[in-house]
């Protein structure tokens, strides 16, 4: 027998997984997720010109840029700049910083350096230097109706594998899902890694990968155990289904681990965003395959033991209940004859 | 089937996947001196992350920027020299952070820092207010949307291109006061919009187009029909309608909304306003703002202005949308080698059906105005992707094993599809489904990602079962050697 499906293993599995769950709620309520780029609070110098000199003048505007960044790299880490053009007219070039809290002397020192600079066009734009604290606030809609879609969305897996399937492999499947997103958001939050809005996204993809992971692995037991040879105990024909769906899990989960990878280096390449958004979908496959490869299983096997013991049991022909009936009939008869 | 029949075939096949190929993924190019061709991944909706967009920052009456305050600086200085009476921003203004408020909000506390019983109501509105916008742009779902607090007073609003007025959308989302049904008259006709009188509103599709429903309650209908009969001048009235009707303005606040003509008295639980609105999104804006004044909490007295609106660049690099798609194309390509190699025929079948799929995808996701792409979209995609190549493999898998039991070829496919037809339909039916329900109750970004995976498991469920399944066949009616052709082997016995 496979070594994955004892009850010893589902045991261990649970203790794993709701060591690193509770550790990772710990975690969240604590000190949240580690927030990325779109959801850290951050303080950001705006330089900016509202004649709109710097919109039509890439040149003065470039050479405002180097000068600013140099002005500013001197004394606070920059995480970021970028160019916002107005609609109507003007520009904003923002310095976001990754930490400090620039002082009004320091906005003055960057405003004479300016005027000093001897900027070509300089006199034509009306440049404005100023600095800006913006703070994050939650998306409660968004979190909630997404909570409440997966809670639905859970249901209906469990309905539609309890109906098409066995009733016991309905609630693996539903055990599982649950137990993929919330160890993925466990493990992200444990990890630290960055994210932002785009989490509650990788939390929907971790339920639809367990589904999809789930279903190939209950899909070939419920073929396999049509054809399951006499003399096999629940947990070896259970193991034996999971050792001949590994591969088919494996296609899908390389493939997307794959794409993780690639997109992650990308993201390394053209954006940090990226990079950690990969890294956190990469965390929702390898559990969804460790899900569906050891914790699925040794929960099904779990409830098969139980369902066949059962019907074993329904199955025996009772000659315990015979004699006791016949003793019950034999007793109202006497009581009957008694009376008369 | 017949190798001509085939051969015609598979060269239609081809040049249709040629042409699908062309417009979707082909460069923009000029035609001529004033025409572009735009392919069809050039026209995808983008979320704020991939694509950028739009910014603004809403600045509450009483509160300035910076570049105002210098504006009135030099102003003042300009007055001082002209020796003309302009007033002194700085007797007027406090600074703070990146901001100046006006002294009419707040007094110095003496140490420069904003205090006094106006400055704590001021506050107490301003959260109303952030409320009010937060929940009117949440509504909107668009994908990368944020709100955000600016130096404690004002609010900084990023959302990706749309393609309705995006001047008219942050200033209609900055409208303040209560909801009212008038005919603004010298002696107005009235009904106040609060949830007494309207449950709700919604976007729906007429044949006029697009149209804001109002949901009425009894008390709503019924006074509604008594200022639409006043309106409609079909009951004595003093305002200024004629009995061929009037117009009902709905306002907020002292900002009309929209507008109706009414030529007659309405009684109906449901009342439709039409005709105003170009696209869905617009007449979004005005259920959305209807909707957030319809809740007590959501209702503010405090005048936002947001004059100047910014354009911003995605949020993950500015090509980042460029290269993800062609880390997409380099990964198909590994991936059709591999399959080629792997399964030879089959692979080329599978290559033939993973492109109409992917094509058919681009069509929808560049063509389905709901549908937006941002990082969570390329998920979906790339899960959806990855299921349509594992149930192909499943099933040239399934047809490997029927003929290494000896089955001649046409039956091994045969049985190989029938055997794994169960599993496919089963995994496809509930990943729609849960697609679906996702797409049904979520928004923003989930609800834009689960629409994309909806339709990628339509479109691999269809390409899974009979496209590739169709053109294995008609693969299989040009080699001599079907069997090498597929790659496959029958299993080896030892002779006793």
Redesign the interface.
């Known amino acids: 027998m496979s070594k994955q499906v004892t009850k010893k293993s589902l045991i261990v599995c649970l203790a794993v997984s709701l060591v690193l769950i509770i550790a990772g709620a710990f975690m969240f309520g604590f000190l949240g997720f580690n927030p990325d780029?779109?959801t850290k609070d951050y303080t950001v110098i705006?330089v900016?010109d509202?004649a709109g000199y710097m919109s039509f003048r890439s040149d003065f505007r470039e050479a405002l840029q180097d000068l600013c960044e140099k002005e500013i790299k001197a004394e606070y880490p920059v995480s970021s700049v970028?160019?916002?053009?107005?609609?109507?007219a003007?520009?904003?070039i923002e310095f976001v910083l990754r930490s400090g809290a620039p002082t009004?002397e320091f906005l003055t020192s960057v405003r004479s350096a300016i005027a000093s600079s001897g900027i070509e066009g300089l006199e034509l734009a009306?440049v404005?230097?100023?600095?800006?604290?913006?703070?994050?606030?939650g998306?409660?809609?968004?979190i909630w109706?997404?909570a409440?879609?997966?809670g639905?969305?859970l249901v209906?897996?469990f309905a539609?594998?309890a109906i098409?399937f066995k009733v016991g492999m309905g609630v693996a499947a539903l055990v599982a899902a649950v137990h993929d997103i919330l160890l993925t958001l466990a493990v992200v939050a444990l990890l630290r890694i960055p994210a932002g809005?785009?989490l509650?996204?990788?939390a929907?993809?971790s339920?639809?990968?367990s589904?999809?992971l789930n279903?190939?692995v209950l899909?070939?037991m419920r073929?396999d155990f049509r054809n399951q040879p006499e003399g096999l105990t629940a947990r070896e024909a259970v193991a034996q289904s999971v050792a001949s769906s590994r591969?088919?899990v494996l296609?899908?989960a390389i493939?997307?681990a794959?794409?993780c990878v690639?997109?992650g280096v990308?993201?390394a390449?053209?954006?940090m965003?990226?990079l950690t958004?990969m890294l956190c979908?990469l965390m929702s496959v390898v559990v969804s395959t460790y899900s569906s490869l050891v914790f699925m299983p040794a929960v099904y096997a779990c409830i098969k033991e139980r369902s066949d013991a059962k019907r074993a049991e329904k199955a025996k022909y009772n000659y315990l209940s015979d004699k006791k009936k016949e003793k019950e009939e034999k007793a109202s008869a006497k009581k009957v004859a008694e009376e008369a | 089937m017949g190798k001509k029949k085939s051969v015609a075939l598979i060269v239609l096949a081809t040049l249709v996947l040629a042409a699908l190929l062309f417009i979707s993924v082909t460069p923009s190019f000029y035609v001529s001196a004033a025409e572009k061709f735009n392919s069809l991944l050039s026209i995808v909706d983008l979320g704020t992350d991939l694509g950028g967009g739009y910014y603004t920052v809403y600045y509450p009456e009483g509160v300035i920027s910076q570049g105002e305050y210098e504006m009135l600086v030099a102003e003042y200085e300009e007055g001082q020299a002209a020796d003309t009476d302009v007033e002194d921003p700085a007797q007027n203004y406090l600074a703070y952070k990146g901001i100046y408020l006006s002294k009419d909000i707040c007094e110095d506390d003496g140490n420069g820092n904003p205090t006094g019983e106006e400055f704590e109501a001021f506050r107490a509105e301003f959260r109303r207010a952030f409320n009010a916008i937060s929940a009117r742009f949440e509504s909107k779902g668009f994908i990368g949307c944020s709100v955000k607090v600016q130096d404690d007073y004002t609010i900084r609003v990023d959302i990706p291109y749309t393609d309705e007025s995006v001047s008219k959308l942050f200033d209609s989302f900055a409208y303040s006061g209560t909801l009212l049904f008038t005919d603004d008259g010298a002696n107005p006709n009235e009904m106040r919009g609060d949830a007494a009188h309207v449950k709700g509103a919604e976007v729906v599709e007429g044949t006029n187009g697009f149209a804001v429903a109002i949901n009425l309650t009894s008390l709503g209908r019924s006074e509604f029909r008594t200022i639409t009969a006043a309106i409609s001048g079909g009951s004595d009235s003093s305002s200024s309608s004629s009995s061929s009707g009037g117009t009902l303005y709905i306002k907020v606040g002292d900002e009309v909304l929209t507008q109706a003509s009414v030529s007659s008295e309405l009684d109906q639980d449901v009342v439709y306003i039409s005709g105003a609105f170009d696209s869905r999104d617009a007449a979004q804006t005005i259920a959305s703002v209807i909707n957030s004044t319809l809740d007590e909490n959501k209702v503010f007295d405090m005048k936002l202005d947001a004059s100047q609106i910014f354009t911003f660049e995605p949020t993950m690099g500015e090509h980042a949308s460029v290269i993800i798609a062609a880390a997409f194309g380099v990964f198909i390509l590994a991936m059709i080698v591999l399959m080629l190699v792997r399964y030879k025929g089959m692979g080329l079948a599978h290559v033939y059906g993973f492109l109409l799929y992917a094509l058919l995808l681009i069509v929808c996701i560049a063509l389905i105005p709901a549908m937006r792409v941002d990082i969570v979209g390329v998920i979906a995609i790339a899960l959806s992707a990855a299921l349509m190549v594992f149930f192909n493999v499943y099933a040239f898998n399934n047809i490997r094993e029927e003929f290494a039991t000896g089955k001649t070829l046409t039956a091994s496919v045969k049985a190989g599809y029938k055997k794994s037809l169960a599993f496919t339909i089963d995994a496809h039916l509930v990943l729609a489904l849960l697609g679906l329900v996702l797409y049904l109750i979520s928004t923003a970004t989930v609800r834009y990602a689960a629409l994309i995976f909806l339709i990628g498991t339509v479109l691999s469920a269809a390409c899974t079962l009979a496209v590739t399944r169709f053109f294995l066949y008609m693969f299989l009616a040009q080699p001599k050697n079907k069997i090498a052709f597929c790659n496959l082997r029958r299993e080896e016995t030892e002779d006793e």
Do not use: M
Not at chain 1, 128 to 137: G, L
Not at chain 1, 139 to 142: C, L
């Open positions: 780029s779109t705006e900016s509202s970028r160019y916002t053009e107005s609609t109507s003007g520009g904003v009004e009306d404005a230097v100023s600095v800006h604290n913006v703070v994050n606030e998306y409660t809609e968004y109706r997404t409440v879609a997966g639905v969305a209906i897996l539609y594998a098409r809005v785009a509650i996204g990788v929907a993809f339920l639809l990968l589904a999809a279903l190939t899909g070939r073929s591969k088919n296609i899908v493939t997307l794959a794409v690639v997109f990308v993201g390449i053209v954006g965003d990226l958004i979908t």
